[in-house]
């Protein structure tokens, strides 16, 4: 799997836009971009997924750039309840012995504030 | 609702025993996997389940054990040669068809006295 590299902090007023970063310069032409979220002391939740196009489901937009070495989460109006700690994960889909083996790295601490 | 449910949510035990966590999920998904968090750290693979009676070592399977005997179980033991069994475990499941959009449970917690 392409290795992720994502900023271990971020801070973001409650009702603005929150664009968390994400590089993964060696990812392959057959490798999606997965982002979770971890809430403190639950289990981490599935946000969005892409390969190569633009995404964009009720929670969040996904924003892949064109040469797929970096992406972008965009949480369009951050509240209270998106503070937690966001994965950025690249993985091929699934197949074989892949089939759902995710590597969860440290991720990005999110903070939004009042 | 459907979902995944794990117990018990907090769970003592004293150096040397044995304990095993529950996982149980109502969403016909086809795989199950467990993993470990410890503080500030991302997950670790454990174990996981692409089908019933079969399952594969994850990355840190030593002092683990884990059975399949129904679609919807997936049991985990900490058994006491695991030496440092203090974590947050959490169990997941998914279907093959989106194999990699894990859902996962609200984890159990476990401390070892």
């Known amino acids: 799997d392409a290795k992720t590299t994502q900023p271990p902090s971020m801070d973001c007023a409650e009702g603005r836009a929150a664009n968390l970063p994400c590089n993964h310069s060696?990812?392959?032409?057959?490798?999606?971009v997965y982002w979770y979220r971890q809430i403190h002391s639950q289990g981490p939740q599935y946000i969005i997924h892409?390969?190569?196009n633009n995404e964009t489901n009720e929670m969040a937009s996904l924003i892949i750039t064109e040469d797929r070495k970096s992406s972008t989460l965009i949480l369009p109006h951050a509240t209270l309840r998106d503070t937690a700690v966001y994965y950025c994960?690249?993985?091929?889909?699934?197949?074989?012995?892949?089939?759902?083996?995710?590597?969860f790295g440290q991720g990005t601490i999110l903070t939004v504030h009042p | 609702d459907g979902g995944i449910t794990q117990s018990p949510k907090y769970l003592f035990r004293k150096e040397g025993q044995n304990v095993t966590l529950s996982c149980e999920q109502n969403?016909?998904?086809?795989?199950m996997y467990w993993y470990r968090q410890d503080p500030g750290q991302g997950l670790r693979l454990i174990y996981y389940?692409?089908?019933?009676?079969?399952?594969q070592k994850g990355d840190i399977a030593e002092g683990y054990s884990v059975s399949r005997e129904k679609k919807e179980s997936f049991p985990l033991t900490v058994t006491s040669a695991q030496k440092n069994p203090t974590a947050f475990y959490l169990c997941?499941?998914?279907?093959?068809?989106?194999?990699?959009?894990?859902?996962f449970g609200a984890g159990s917690r476990l401390t070892v006295l």
């Open positions: 997941a499941s998914s279907i093959e068809q989106k194999a990699n959009v894990l859902t």
């Open positions: 060696t990812i392959s032409g057959n490798e999606y």
């Open positions: 892409g390969l190569k």
């Open positions: 994960i690249v993985r091929v889909r699934a197949g074989g012995t892949s089939y759902g083996k995710l590597t």
């Open positions: 969403l016909n998904h086809d795989a």
């Open positions: 389940s692409q089908i019933v009676n079969d399952f």
